[in-house]
């Protein structure tokens, strides 16, 4: 059982849209937001939110549910966003981003139904989700543990550490998908370390690794639809996308890596990705 269907007549874009409308409204604020990477994940967060992971939106914390884990943690937004589209927190909680007091942290706090760990610190989130996924197989529980990667986070060593670990346990019910947008902070992956081949790199570290179009809605589905791995190895999904997806100003830049929208950026923002959903 996964979270909320579409609703009649309410298609996958459509819902990404609003998704990704959301990350604007948020990148807005005073303080800004990691948009770049946000609007990159929002295709692959929302697959996974709505057709692939075991949740309950009005009971977040079942024991039987999926576990997720936002290693790119700057990519909040894109979860607040997605949180909120299939109903585990209100949209009207999005307006308090970044507030004081509120929830929504500029990166993910345990105290928000739907985050299991407070995340941010590149190179970790692997590790979390091999130990969820370790803890489930030993309770005897067929949950599995989603955790979504940055591409330069692949640079920290503590991501092969727990790749070795995550194969040598055969960790089946785990699954690793990169947003592979290719930019960082800094630009280009492959100018500061280079990565590629990388589904090979994964292969050599005992995983299963299939490349997607990140943007693809059915490809994304023929993908996860195939897992687990028959042959008890855990999965690395390498998504390959763009960076600032939908809004044509800052697709493949890395200046959109953090924005704070000006009134008038914002505009022009939200006319891109009304543009780009027409086209």
Not at 2 to 18: C, L
Not at 50 to 59: D, G, H, K, S, Y
Request: aromatic fraction near 6%; charged fraction near 25%.
């Amino acid at each position: 059982m996964t979270a909320q269907p579409e609703a009649a007549g309410v298609t996958f874009a459509d819902r990404a849209h609003r998704v990704r409308e959301r990350i604007l409204q948020m990148g807005a604020t005073e303080h800004g937001a990691h948009i770049g990477g946000s609007l990159s994940c929002t295709d692959v967060l929302l697959h996974l939110y709505t057709e692939v992971m075991r949740l309950r939106p009005a009971e977040p914390e079942w024991d039987g549910r999926d576990r997720f884990v936002l290693s790119k943690g700057h990519a909040a937004p894109a979860l607040y966003a997605v949180l909120a589209e299939v109903g585990v927190i209100e949209p009207a909680e999005l307006e308090t981003y970044t507030q004081e007091g509120s929830r929504l942290a500029g990166h993910p706090l345990r105290r928000l139904p739907g985050v299991e760990f407070p995340t941010g610190s590149l190179g970790h989130g692997l590790s979390l989700g091999a130990g969820v996924a370790l803890a489930m197989r030993r309770l005897g529980r067929d949950s599995r543990a989603f955790v979504l990667m940055g591409d330069g986070e692949l640079q920290e060593g503590s991501v092969w550490e727990a790749a070795m670990l995550a194969s040598h346990q055969r960790l089946d019910n785990l699954v690793a998908v990169v947003d592979r947008n290719g930019l960082q902070i800094t630009g280009d992956t492959e100018d500061c370390v280079s990565l590629e081949p990388l589904a090979d790199r994964w292969r050599s570290f005992g995983w299963n690794a299939v490349e997607v179009d990140g943007h693809d809605h059915a490809a994304l589905r023929a993908v996860f639809d195939a897992l687990p791995d028959a042959s008890g190895r855990p999965t690395v999904v390498i998504a390959r996308t763009v960076k600032g997806r939908g809004v044509a100003l800052f697709e493949g830049k890395k200046k959109s890596h953090s924005v704070q929208l000006t009134p008038r950026l914002y505009q022009r923002a939200k006319a891109g990705l009304r543009a780009g959903r027409k086209s």
